[in-house]
């Protein structure tokens, strides 16, 4: 509840009766400042009119007074610019580190919105808020998910600068580890990205033109050569021999390491990695292939060369592409690289999973992959961590009941 406390003092929503201090002092919120979620004062930089005098700082929030003692604030200097004290329960006095006693304000959370909040939380439908959504402004709505796609793109770009970190700065073979364990949809990404791992580009690179080697080191690091079946089997297997003396490869993995549990026969590890050898190629797995592609229709089609399915390609060119253009064109300042991003996901249909599927029944348009990237942001980062209070239908669902 104490987060709730928060949100009243944040959005001013105020008891219909005088605000006052203990020691009955009249109190107006100027501005309530700006929240913080990491350690120290809950409100920077608020300003307070306490009696005839206008308070700048810091503002702390408890459910209870105690709680200021139980929290440690008495013995943090973090604490000694505190103009404000508020709490919903005001049941001691509270002094600070360096001796000061600051004002307390008692504060009720509205009986309604309390109420609503509890719905919100502890409802088992999904989405919780979905009896206020058809009654929403489109465009604020279209202003939630824009703000909720960019907020996707920076997390997902930065899981592509930590691999360029970890590679010293190699961008090639980042997009390469990228690529490869998004092949793992999920299930076996954490696989694929070790097996990528394995793989040392500029060896291969060496035999790029022979596909039959290709596929010999791929499935041979993956330790799947016996999974196949086919009649170039033992061909690969000796290649494998030969080139793993040649490029002195690291050990392999082992069949093991691969899931298969409900995963359909297109998704097999093995069927996935011959894809990509057939990509690695054909050049398409290269970061300028990737990059300097500004027309999505041509990126798909270089992808269904190598074999994969339509669907699939959506998945890679959102989760691959979409990324590695708004990491490289964050980092390196090109607004055109980021803006071709967006346009890639606003130029894509929309995903068809659960998640699409229930907040189209609330009544929202989702017509592009720009739409179903923000929406999956939203029940991930949002629905299901309960953090109604920063979201902004949530907010909207609290105004309005």
Not at 3 to 17: D, E, G, N, Q, S
């Amino acid at each position: 509840m104490e987060k709730l406390l928060h949100y009243v003092w944040k959005h001013k929503i105020l008891p219909l009766k005088a605000l006052l201090t203990t020691d009955g002092r009249d109190v107006e919120i100027i501005d309530p400042g700006l929240q913080n979620n990491d350690q120290g004062p809950d409100f920077f930089n608020a300003k307070v009119r306490i009696g005839e005098t206008v308070w700048v700082g810091n503002v702390e929030i408890h459910l209870k007074s105690r709680d200021w003692y139980r929290h440690g604030h008495h013995t943090d200097p973090a604490y000694n610019n505190t103009i404000l004290h508020v709490a919903q329960v005001v049941d001691c006095d509270v002094e600070t580190e360096s001796g000061t006693h600051p004002p307390q304000l008692q504060l009720d959370i509205p009986a309604q919105l309390a109420v609503h909040y509890e719905e919100l939380n502890k409802t088992d439908d999904y989405p919780r808020c979905h009896r206020v959504i058809p009654q929403l402004e489109r465009m604020k709505i279209h202003s939630w998910m824009d703000a909720l796609l960019v907020e996707r793109l920076a997390e997902r770009s930065e899981n592509v600068v930590e691999r360029v970190k970890k590679t010293n700065g190699n961008w090639e073979e980042a997009t390469w580890i990228t690529l490869c364990r998004n092949f793992g949809f999920g299930l076996n990404g954490d696989a694929f990205e070790r097996w990528a791992r394995l793989i040392p580009l500029q060896a291969v690179g060496k035999h790029r033109d022979n596909l039959l080697q290709i596929e010999s080191i791929f499935l041979g690091e993956a330790g799947l050569l016996d999974e196949m079946d086919d009649s170039d089997c033992q061909k690969m297997k000796n290649e494998f021999a030969f080139l793993c003396h040649k490029f002195n490869l690291p050990a392999p993995m082992t069949p093991q390491d691969w899931k298969y549990l409900r995963t359909r026969p297109q998704n097999f590890p093995h069927v996935r990695i011959r894809q990509i050898a057939r990509l690695f190629h054909s050049g398409h797995t290269q970061m300028r292939s990737l990059v300097e592609t500004t027309d999505v229709k041509m990126l798909q089609k270089a992808l269904a060369d190598g074999g994969i399915s339509k669907a699939s390609c959506q998945l890679i060119i959102i989760n691959t592409v979409v990324p590695l253009l708004y990491a490289y064109g964050q980092c390196h300042k090109e607004q055109a690289l980021m803006d071709r991003a967006l346009a890639f996901l606003a130029q894509l249909p929309a995903e068809d999973n659960y998640i699409i599927r229930q907040w189209k029944s609330c009544g929202l348009d989702v017509t592009s992959a720009a739409d179903s990237q923000a929406l999956i942001q939203l029940k991930r980062e949002y629905c299901d961590r309960k953090d109604c209070l920063r979201c902004r239908i949530g907010y909207e669902y609290l105004k309005r009941l």
